[in-house]
């Protein structure tokens, strides 16, 4: 993991977790907001998943 933006991770290699900022709590109802990263490494071994 190189970059991320709106969002905090829980580190840089291997199962990283992304949460929350608390600036997102401030979106009003109809807006959106977004998250992104940058990684480099082995796509195959990247396997996202959502949660709650």
């Keep these: 993991m190189t970059n991320a933006w709106n969002a905090d991770r ?3 290699s291997g ?3 992304f949460s929350n ?3 997102n709590g401030q979106v009003p109802a109809g ?4 998250f992104g990263f940058q990684a480099t490494g082995n796509s195959r071994a990247m396997v996202p998943t959502c949660g709650t």
């Design 15 to 17: 199962a990283v977790q």
């Design 10 to 12: 829980s580190g840089n």
């Design 21 to 23: 900022v608390a600036y």
């Design 31 to 34: 807006g959106y907001t977004e």
